[in-house]
């Protein structure tokens, strides 16, 4: 189990303190007044998750461990990803024009929709209220159903939007996401930014989004 202190989520390449809970079923409460994961979890999706399909422009640095004696960054890969509801975000090309590395760096995509879904179908989920960069948040966290895999995920109260995910396996930390954010696209929070932090290798992952267009 992580401590609520510091560590740090993304998609698998293909997101404290001991306290008396409330048990209310499938979900737990720290503190008073607090609303249950699954009221929280969906009015995230209302104001993330959006209703018609999209388009953005996205563009994709790696960093290795800033631990190491000498750092290595690939070269930024530039790409279109596509939003369907229902199927969620995925690449749909990729542009490697400026970069004649081989082997190429893998293309990442960090789906926020899978991490909330995902969340919501454990049993045993806790919210607490815990301040993210000096903003009163809501910190969910759950595991699955063989205790496995561990995922918090971190909901600004006012903006109801995702801050930030960390992901742990086997209780060892994987990976965590940082997520930024500017105006709302089409009436939605929509990152303009990602921040991935690799545990496994202790590389970093930056994932800028622009230009997003909605189908009419």
């Known amino acids: 189990m992580f401590k609520k202190q510091s560590i740090r989520l993304i998609v698998i390449f293909g997101f404290i303190a001991l306290v008396p809970s409330i048990d209310l079923g499938s979900v737990q409460c720290f503190g008073q007044g607090l609303p249950t994961a699954n009221d929280i979890i969906n009015n995230t999706r209302l104001l993330q998750v959006p209703t018609t399909s999209y388009r953005v422009n996205v563009i994709q640095r790696i960093t290795t461990s800033p631990s190491r004696t000498v750092q290595s960054s690939t070269p930024s890969v530039s790409g279109i990803a596509e939003f369907e509801p229902g199927k969620g975000l995925r690449r749909i090309s990729t542009d490697y024009s400026n970069t004649s590395v081989v082997p190429r760096a893998p293309t990442i995509m960090v789906d926020l929709e899978v991490f909330l879904d995902e969340l919501i179908s454990y049993n045993g989920v806790t919210v607490e209220s815990i301040d993210l960069h000096d903003r009163p948040h809501f910190l969910l966290s759950g595991q699955d159903d063989m ?66 267009t909605f189908s009419q």
Do not use: C, G
């Open 147 to 212: 205790e496995t895999k561990e995922l918090l995920i971190w909901v600004d109260q006012e903006y109801q939007r995702v801050s930030r995910l960390q992901l742990s396996i086997s209780d060892q930390p994987f990976a965590e996401v940082d997520v930024e954010y500017a105006a709302k696209e089409n009436n939605f929070w929509l990152p303009v930014s990602m921040r991935v932090h690799h545990f496994t290798d202790d590389s970093r992952i930056v994932l800028e989004f622009s230009s997003y």
